[in-house]
C-alpha cells in the first residue's frame, strides 16, 4: 500500500532534549516535506527536499532540521526543543515538488513541556 | 509572500444540499492549486489538483476551479452527505518559489443528516 509513515505519533518531551521524528515513504516521491498545523495557524511548511542531498527552508524553519541522506527518508531534528513547538506535525511527498498529487501521514502529535 | 484565505471558516449544511468552499490567493503567479480533506485526528487526503493551465477538475461529486488571474478557487461539492463533513484545506504552490506551498486554513464543513 502506498502510504507515508510517520513514528512516533504522539510523543510528550522536556525542553531542550533532541529528539527525531521519522517520515518515510514507499513511492520513489523525489519531493517531501515538513509541515505543522497550529490552530489559527494553519498549516506552514518547515523543509522541505526536492531530491536526495537537496533540502530547502520553508516559512518557519528555525529550530529545526533535516537531512536528506536517502529517497525514502526524511526525519525532522529538533536539537534543543522548546514549549513554542509544540504542535502537530505533518510529513508529505509527492512525485516531483510541482504538479503533482500530495501524500500525507498521519501526523505526530509533539508536546515539549 | 503568498497568502492564501478560506472563507467561510466552518459551514454547516443539511444533507443534499449542493455547495461552494471559497480558497483566495494573493500572488496570482502559481503552479498549481490542490484541495485536501482533513479529518479530525488524521492526516490530509488529496481531492483534486489543478494546474495553472487549467480551470477546473472533476472528481464524482466535487469540482474544482481556478482563476489565476482573479486570485480564486472554489470547491463545488454536489448533493452533500454526512460523511462529507471534515476540514476542506486549499495549498498552492507559488511561482518563484520552487518546493514552497502555503496553505489556507481550511474551512470546517458540517453536513447534518
Known amino acids: 500500500e502506498a502510504q507515508v509513515t510517520q513514528n512516533p505519533r504522539y510523543l510528550i518531551t522536556v525542553t531542550g532534549k533532541k529528539l527525531t521524528v521519522t517520515c518515510s515513504q514507499n513511492?520513489?516521491?523525489?519531493?517531501m516535506s515538513w509541515y505543522r498545523q497550529d490552530p489559527g495557524l494553519g498549516l506552514r511548511q518547515i523543509y522541505y527536499?526536492?531530491?536526495?542531498?537537496?533540502?530547502d527552508k520553508g516559512d518557519v524553519p528555525e529550530g529545526y532540521k533535516v537531512s536528506r541522506k536517502e529517497k525514502r527518508n526524511f526525519p525532522l531534528i529538533l536539537e534543543s526543543p522548546s514549549p513554542n513547538q509544540t504542535s502537530l506535525y505533518f510529513c508529505?511527498?509527492?512525485?516531483?515538488?510541482?504538479?503533482?498529487?500530495?501524500?500525507f501521514g498521519q501526523g505526530t502529535r509533539l508536546t515539549v513541556v | 509572500k503568498q497568502e492564501v484565505t478560506q472563507i467561510p471558516a466552518a459551514l454547516s449544511v443539511p444533507e443534499g444540499e449542493n455547495l461552494v468552499l471559497n480558497c483566495s490567493f494573493t500572488?496570482?503567479?502559481?503552479?498549481?492549486l490542490q484541495w485536501f480533506r482533513q479529518d479530525p485526528g488524521k492526516g490530509l487526503t488529496s481531492l483534486l489538483l489543478?494546474?495553472?493551465?487549467?480551470r477546473e477538475q472533476t472528481s464524482g461529486r466535487l469540482n474544482a476551479s481556478l482563476d489565476k488571474s482573479s486570485g480564486r478557487s472554489t470547491l463545488y461539492i454536489a448533493a452533500s452527505q454526512p460523511g462529507d463533513s471534515a476540514t476542506y484545506l486549499c495549498?498552492?504552490?507559488?511561482?518563484?518559489?520552487?518546493?514552497?506551498?502555503?496553505f489556507g486554513d481550511g474551512t470546517t464543513l458540517t453536513v447534518k443528516p
Open positions: 508529505a511527498s509527492s512525485s516531483v515538488w510541482v504538479n503533482t498529487e500530495a501524500f
Open positions: 513511492m520513489n516521491h523525489e519531493y
Open positions: 527536499s526536492m531530491n536526495v542531498e537537496v533540502t
Open positions: 500572488d496570482s503567479a502559481i503552479y498549481n
Open positions: 489543478i494546474q495553472s493551465s487549467q
Open positions: 495549498a498552492v504552490i507559488s511561482g518563484g518559489s520552487a518546493g514552497k506551498s502555503t
